[in-house]
């Protein structure tokens, strides 16, 4: 990779979007194999993962360049992205180590591929072989980050429509969703404007009917009405740093932190569709760990770089 420093210029996503912004992926036109680096850098993963141990999570290269004027407009700037990326010195030292190792070879797409894995795994989760060859691009696609699921949009009309216009289907949408299994989201998600369940929840001056009694009195003190909204909060308040099921045992009980995470079990157009994976989920942490392995690795994959965008450069790092 060609570069005036040995740092990406970038981000690791938490909670939210550890596998949601991946849906704006766009650029890695090689084919992807897990032994892409095995003779140019076969220590790769061991130097990404020792690098790894604070919480990075993935994305695609392209929210790690800064903003230009008149050149890049940042994704980092990009509503769902603002203020929710995070970890930016983890990928940094990631990519100073893999540069000391094994100049110019690991593009920082392929560190937040690594970097997603590794993540889920320390926090007890699944394992899988990341495929690997993206290569870094040098434009961003601010609209495409944008138009990221939001943690206020419903079941039926946004999220299942955004989810089958990149090729997954519900079983895609309700495994990805358990990444919020662990990770942090912000007051504001929560009690403000169309996401507010605590106060206001769609323009009634009361809470959300399907938001448990005893989770709301809680976030109502970790969330006072007009206050706090850049706080922060557990989205699994249960094992809140451990991958697990327990994402889904807290659907069943009305304890989802978003308004999109509970659509997904408590929506009347759930029932049928999404409902019944949060069932199986919440009864097979088994079951959940392969569909999740399945979705991030094979689904999502083989469609994220296939998508139409000249992504072929190397990255170039821009400072704004």
């Known amino acids: 990779m060609a570069s005036s420093t040995p740092h990406c210029a970038a981000a690791a996503v938490a909670g939210v979007l550890v596998v949601l912004a991946a849906l704006s992926l766009h650029g890695a036109t090689a084919q992807l194999c897990e032994t892409y680096y095995d003779n140019t850098c076969p220590d790769a993963y061991t130097i990404s993962e020792a690098g790894a141990h604070r919480r990075p999570q993935g994305c695609d290269g392209s929210i790690l360049l800064d903003g230009v004027p008149a050149k890049i407009n940042s994704e980092k700037g990009a509503i769902p992205n603002n203020g929710s990326a995070r970890g930016y010195p983890v990928v940094d030292k990631v990519k100073a180590a893999l540069e000391a190792a094994c100049p110019g070879v690991v593009s920082c797409a392929d560190i937040l591929a690594l970097a997603a894995e590794i993540s889920v795994e320390l926090s007890g989760g699944p394992k899988w072989g990341v495929l690997l060859g993206r290569l870094d691009g040098v434009s961003a696609d601010i609209n495409g980050a944008n138009n990221l699921p939001a943690p206020f949009e419903n079941l039926i009309t946004v999220l299942q429509g955004k989810f089958k216009a990149v090729g997954l289907n519900n079983v895609d949408l309700v495994a990805l969703s358990g990444a919020h299994t662990f990770g942090r989201a912000q007051c504001l998600n929560v009690a403000q404007g169309m996401t507010d369940r605590l106060y206001n ?39 809140p740093d451990t991958f697990d099921k327990n994402y889904y045992n807290n659907l069943e009980v009305h304890r989802g932190f978003l308004i999109s995470d509970q659509e997904l079990k408590s929506s009347p157009q759930a029932q049928g569709t999404a409902a019944p ?14 569909s999740f392995a399945q979705s991030i690795m094979i689904n999502m994959g083989e469609h994220s770089h296939e998508r139409p965008y000249q992504r072929r450069s190397p990255l170039q790092l821009q400072k704004g």
Not at 277 to 286: E, G, H, P, W
């Open 201 to 239: 929840f769609s323009g009634t001056n009361r809470p959300d009917p399907t938001l448990d009694p005893a989770y709301r009195a809680f976030l109502s003190q970790r969330c006072p009405k007009n206050r706090n909204e850049n706080a922060l909060n557990d989205l699994d308040p249960t094992t």
């Open 277 to 290: 994976i949060v069932d199986q989920f919440a009864r097979s942490q088994d079951a959940f760990f392969k």
